[in-house]
């Protein structure tokens, strides 16, 4: 057998040995050890006649330095992810029983109380109300305020119907709206909801609310957190 046959085949048991990904799926990846012993066999097969390039070996060693600092990078991305999401539980266990202000036309309503809210009026409107509706979206009542300026708007409902009576405590819809000449349009609603758990998110995702009544919302959603 020649040298050059020689080197080629060392090369190449090394490059079988520490091949990304074989036919069964099971992978195998070339790290700055495995690139090294590469390296290494390369250079101790190599043909004496023909010995490697400097400019060859340089490229090499550039490439093994790559592969180095890839690995450190991934490790540092690890820690930071790692990081975060104890961030993230912290924040979270924090929130659990804490009500939010979050842009919703639903809240759960304890009637005994005065509902208190608001919505976003884009420009000024001449007339402001919001109709409030039961779970079985039957008109309970509307809260009329009049000519307002553009801004948050502050509104409150008492828990009576337009009768007068009280209504039992519940999930009830809130729909703003302001008139604009001839023309009603409908507004966002900023109202307020009891956290009753936190699901962290997978692989750096958000951090989710589940939220009384009303399903699960994004924390960066949420505009206010009381207490």
């Not at 979050?102 to 109380?113: G, H, L, R």
């Not at 709206?177 to 936190?198: F, R």
Request: hydrophobic share 35%; no cysteine; charged share 15%.
């Amino acid at each position: 057998m020649s040298i050059e046959s020689s080197s080629l085949g060392a090369t190449s048991s090394v490059l079988d040995k520490y091949q990304i990904q074989n036919d069964t799926s099971s992978s195998k990846e070339l790290g700055k050890n495995e690139f090294l012993n590469l390296l290494v066999a390369q250079l101790n097969n190599q043909n004496p006649l023909e010995p490697q390039e400097n400019g060859e070996f340089i490229a090499q060693l550039a490439q093994f330095s790559t592969v180095e600092g890839v690995e450190k990078l991934n490790t540092s991305m690890e820690s930071i992810l790692s990081g975060y999401q104890s961030s993230q539980a912290l924040q979270a266990s924090s929130l659990v029983g804490r009500k939010v202000i979050v842009p919703t036309e639903k809240a759960v309503v304890d009637t005994s109380e005065t509902f208190k809210a608001s919505l976003v009026l884009p420009t000024s409107s001449s007339n402001v109300f919001v109709n409030v509706y039961d779970s079985s979206g039957a008109l309970v009542n509307r809260v009329n305020l009049g000519e307002q300026a553009a801004g948050n708007v502050s509104f409150m409902w008492d828990g009576k119907n337009s009768s007068g009576e009280l209504m039992p405590p519940g999930t009830y819809k809130f729909e703003a709206q302001a008139m604009y000449g001839n023309e009603t349009k409908g507004l966002y609603t900023m109202l307020p909801a009891n956290v009753d758990s936190v699901t962290l998110g997978q692989n750096g995702g958000e951090l989710m609310l589940n939220l009384a009544g009303l399903g699960s919302v994004a924390l960066s959603q949420v505009q206010v957190i009381g207490q």
